[in-house]
């Protein structure tokens, strides 16, 4: 769910045509609850639900931790906490870039809370 939030708001991404751009293209203009109606609405919740309940997706205690995606908008490093916050943290300009931006506020989240319970993903163009 963290990769389709990243990917929604990304609006410099040029997606090919298939359910997920389809996802986004209906979703436009939605509030994030109406949004969410959608896509559970969809195939792809349907693909991601069954794929949960297959595999080492099993816990033997709850899960605590939820998603962030950080994204670039207008070389601004926003946080998209989809449960925390209803609206983008705007942490500020991009330094260098998105890569290095999203790394030193993971850090400073790791020293203000003292875990180290972090997964990193990047979504980032390929090279021409």
Known sequence: MALLHALANTPTLALADGP????????????????????????????HAASAETGQTSTRSPVLSHYLAFINYKNQLLELDGWAHS????????????????????????????????TLMAIAPTEA
Do not use: W
């Not at 959608?38 to 693909?47: D, F, H, M, R, V």
């Not at 999203?102 to 790791?110: D, L, P």
């Open 87 to 118: 609206i983008p943290i705007n942490h500020g300009p991009i330094e260098h870039d998105l890569l290095h931006s999203a790394a030193n506020r993971v850090k400073k989240m790791m020293e203000e809370t003292g875990s180290i319970m972090y």
């Open 20 to 47: 997920i751009k389809d996802l986004f293209k209906h979703c436009q203009g939605l509030d994030p609850e109406e949004s969410a109606d959608l896509l559970e609405a969809t195939n792809i919740s349907k693909l």
